[in-house]
């Protein structure tokens, strides 16, 4: 399973947009990319999961250039309900184990 | 449609005492996962089930932890002989059979586990 860094902790403030960026350089071939965030005192919740190129939901975009060595979650305006930690993985298509990493936590101000 | 259930939300036990915590998976699911999460630090994976069978229990201590997922009823990650190290955020995840998004599961809200 591939390794992965991301930042520790980043601030931001209510509608400004919140990049996080997940290096993973040993990704393998059938690797999937997917983010979860985890509010406090709860369980983590899926948010995005990509291959390559860029990945667009309801709630975030997910960007995977082309050597696919790292990935950017963005998050559009965020609010303060966004203030959270946030987990990127990576593994095959069809994993069951799920590899957590310290996650970014992300502190939105007002 | 109810999402993934454990109780209790809070257990308290005593060194040397069993811990039983459950988890409900969400209605039409039938894989159930279990992590484990320190303070500060990210979920650790435990063990995953079906119904009647462990999958993958890679990250089960060797000792006095097991899990169940029987026929009927709730899963149970039980610990015997609690020891304070013990102390953690237990997590259980379904899944269903046929998955639209791979590596998605869904949480349950945890159990507090304290053992003083």
């Known amino acids: 399973l591939a390794k992965t860094t991301q930042p520790i902790s980043m601030d931001s403030y209510e509608g400004q947009e919140v990049n996080i960026t997940c290096s993973h350089n040993?990704?393998?071939?059938?690797?999937?990319i997917t983010w979860y965030q985890q509010f406090p005192s709860q369980g983590p919740r899926f948010i995005i999961q990509g291959y390559k190129t860029k990945v667009t939901n309801e709630v975030a975009s997910l960007f995977i250039p082309a050597d696919r060595k790292s990935s950017t979650l963005s998050l559009p305006r965020v609010s303060l309900s966004d203030t959270a930690v946030y987990y990127c993985?990576?593994?095959?298509?069809?994993?069951?184990?799920?590899?957590f990493g310290t996650g970014t936590r992300l502190q939105v101000f007002p | 449609n109810a999402g993934v259930m454990q109780n209790p939300r809070h257990l308290v036990r005593r060194r040397g005492q069993e811990a039983r915590l459950r988890c409900s998976p969400m209605?039409?699911?039938?894989?159930v996962y279990w992590y484990r999460q320190l303070p500060e630090e990210g979920l650790k994976f435990m063990v995953y089930?079906?119904?009647?069978?462990?999958?993958?229990e890679s990250g089960m201590p060797k000792e006095r932890f097991s899990a169940e997922f029987p026929k009927e009823g709730p899963s149970i990650l039980r610990i015997q002989q609690v020891v304070r190290g013990d102390s953690a955020a237990y997590f259980c995840?379904?899944?269903?059979?046929?998955?639209?998004?791979?590596?998605?599961?869904?949480f349950g809200p945890g159990t507090r586990l304290t053992v003083t």
């Open positions: 089930l079906q119904k009647e069978n462990i999958i993958d």
């Open positions: 209605k039409g699911h039938s894989h």
């Open positions: 040993n990704i393998a071939t059938n690797d999937y």
């Open positions: 993985l990576v593994g095959i298509y069809n994993t069951d184990k799920l590899i």
């Open positions: 995840a379904s899944s269903p059979q046929e998955r639209e998004v791979m590596a998605e599961q869904y």
